[in-house]
């Protein structure tokens, strides 16, 4: 097929696009309703290496060489004016209305124009994965841009070296293979490398554990080229290929929904898996002879994916600005990223008609000419809309240089005070050890005195003053001060328990307490089968999971069996009114708790949510005074019930 055929197909790849977008702004607004949305940015990626690897070698196809100047400048105009525009317009914003997001930003900037801006990242310990991090980047995911800037600088070198040293396109199609296999076992390797559990953010980012999703789709200009790509095919053909879309598709729509960012499958073959499906799909999607094809070219997907890279951009500086005006997103979970969902449309939908297209069809020289003529107008005070457009453009664009400008004479601001508190409750490896030994004694030891009930041995303790007498201001009976001196617990949590752990430890000093950051429920269902496998579980065991996104009612099942039917379970619901799921995640533990006669949900969302002052900026980690209203609250409910 002709090389004009295909591009009556392009609004396929512009429904592939508009997959990809829409799972990736969904992940970011309802993490807990699209856990693996992020995973849209490699279908980005596969598109990506694909049409540009098949227009460069069509190009050399036709003339012998693959105009290297005239495809980096097509790249440029369609990568930086829109980038650009982001980059100015919400730097113009922290300028006046959110200001702590000043430091490093003129760095975060130039490191975005100079296409490095994911391993700027990775050098400064960036982290993907933290809901709750200070001063939360509005630029954090063009990290792709980067990328993909990257592979274009490239692409036409490793072209060419293919084409001089390789003489056939199978040869060529394995190379680029074996290099995508480099790159995704390298992302294994790395993840083995590191300590267990620790932040994946630099395989998340790098160039190098990424490549692999650009190297597929530019493998597949060499095993599907368009050029050669039939009209029209025999019933099995189109049914072959039909079905070959179809499970891909399946396939990649259950990821999106299920698959989770931190999951160590995810890094050793999860994302490669993924890929390989988004690769079988746009070889579907660039036949004209597949129902695919057709199905991904309707006008909707079409409009949105023309717009796709508009929307990709916006969506986080709408997003961080939003949620940093509007704390209350709890309360409205579907009305607010209604809205966001709106003002991104509308942004990528200007910045499509008035700075996208523009850029692609101007010259350098018609566009100087342009802005001279707009220019005079102004001078001569002819105020239409294209002058005022342009006034308004230049007064944006100078309010964000005043802010770069300003920028490196912003002094970084210490730690935010839960994030002090947090790295204050850490265990070193030695006090970790010694906590595990300790609890596994105060385990077996109450395991052989069960004939002495928790009632008597409050009793027993009841007469000895003065225990944590403080805490009684914190709504604690003296009671249950005595009474949790002698309790044994384990309790595994995230970062609001790691806060509180050396609060709890004061009042129970034989529990055992885990809490980690951006800990999610699902990943630790393993964790707690080793703990019971250790010992370490105690008849008492403490659930504070649910902070950083929901879970299935499945989740919660598997976990209640991995603790097992003869432990008391307790468990913590959430208080974080800045992300949507908390009423998703509370719901769920209240209808649960029903269904499992062990289980007691500690109402602290119900406790603590009329008291703002319990808690730091964020309204998640409880400060030095709700720390200790949290502590006694969760202690009363072990030793009383």
């Known amino acids: ?62 003339t012998g060489r693959f105009a290297v100047r005239k495809f980096w400048l097509k790249r440029v105009k369609r990568l930086y004016p829109a980038l650009l525009t982001v980059l100015l317009t919400a730097s113009a914003y922290i300028g006046l209305f959110a200001r702590d997001l000043l430091v490093d930003l003129h760095k975060i900037v130039l490191a975005n124009l100079a296409l490095v801006y994911n391993w700027w990242q990775i050098a400064h310990g960036q982290s993907y994965f933290q809901r709750f991090a200070q001063n939360e980047s509005p630029f954090t995911h063009l990290w792709t ?83 050669k790509l039939a009209s029209h095919l025999p019933s099995a053909g189109r049914w072959l290929l039909g079905g070959v879309g179809t499970l891909a598709a399946v396939g990649m729509g259950l990821s999106i929904f299920f698959m989770n960012a931190e999951s160590d499958f995810l890094y050793q073959g999860g994302m490669l898996l993924f890929t390989i499906l988004a690769m079988l799909l746009t070889a579907v999607v660039a036949s004209p002879a597949t129902l695919w094809g057709r199905l991904l070219s309707n006008p909707v997907f079409h409009w949105i994916g023309t717009r796709s890279y508009g929307l990709y951009i ?108 947090l790295k204050a409750s850490e265990e070193t490896k030695a006090q970790r050890k010694a906590d595990e030994t300790r609890a596994k004694n105060a385990i077996k030891a109450q395991a052989s005195s069960q004939a002495h009930s928790s009632g008597q041995s409050s009793r027993a303790t009841a007469d000895q003053p003065g225990v944590n007498a403080s805490f009684e201001r914190f709504g604690i009976t003296p009671k249950a001060l005595q009474a949790a001196q002698h309790v044994t617990v384990t309790a595994i949590g995230d970062s609001v328990l790691l806060g509180a752990r050396p609060t709890l430890m004061q009042l129970m000093p034989n529990a055992f307490i885990d809490g980690k950051v ?64 908390q009423g998703v995640v509370n719901q769920l533990l209240a209808h649960e708790a029903k269904h499992y006669p062990n289980l007691t949900i500690i109402d602290w969302h119900g406790y603590a949510k009329k008291h703002e002052d319990w808690f730091y900026h964020d309204l998640v980690h409880p400060n030095q005074v709700g720390v200790k209203y949290y502590a006694a609250y969760l202690t009363s409910a072990l030793v009383l019930n």
């Open 1 to 62: 097929m002709e090389a004009s055929g295909q591009r009556r197909y392009i609004g396929g790849f512009d429904g592939l696009r508009t997959l990809g977008v829409l799972g990736v702004i969904l992940y970011h607004l309802r993490p807990d309703l699209f856990q693996g949305g992020y995973l849209g940015v490699l279908i980005f990626f596969v598109i990506s290496g694909y049409l540009i690897t098949d227009g460069l070698l069509r190009v050399h196809a036709q």
């Open 145 to 227: 841009l980067s990328i993909e800037g990257q592979f274009y600088l490239l692409l036409p070198l490793l072209l060419w070296l293919l084409l001089k040293v390789l003489p056939k396109n199978r040869q060529r199609f394995a190379a680029v293979l074996t290099l995508a296999s480099l790159s995704a076992g390298w992302m294994a390797v790395l993840f083995h490398l590191q300590p267990a559990g620790a932040d994946p953010s630099r395989l998340y980012y790098g160039t190098d554990t990424r490549l692999f999703a650009l190297l597929l789709g530019a493998s597949l200009a060499f095993a599907w080229p368009s050029a």
């Open 314 to 421: 916006y969506q986080f500086p709408v997003m961080i600005f939003w949620e940093n005006r509007f704390r209350n997103i709890a309360d409205h979970p579907l009305l607010y990223p209604v809205i966001e969902c709106a003002i991104i449309v509308l942004l990528s939908e200007l910045s499509h008609h008035f700075i996208e297209k523009p850029a692609r069809q101007l010259t350098w020289m018609q566009a100087q000419a342009h802005l001279r003529r707009q220019w005079q107008l102004l001078q001569q005070h002819h105020f239409r809309f294209k002058q005022v457009k342009l006034l308004a453009g230049l007064v944006v664009a100078m309010l964000g240089v005043a802010a770069l400008v300003q920028a490196p004479f912003v002094k970084p601001q210490a730690a935010a005070p839960e994030e002090v508190h």
């Open 518 to 581: 951006a800990r999610q429920m699902v990943d630790t269902i393993p964790l707690v089968k080793d703990y019971a496998r250790q010992g370490l579980l105690a008849n008492k065991v403490l659930i504070a999971l649910g902070t950083n996104g929901s879970f299935r009612a499945s989740d919660l099942a598997a976990m209640m069996a991995a603790i097992g039917p003869k432990r008391q379970v307790y468990w913590v619901n959430v208080q974080v009114p800045t992300r949507p799921w």
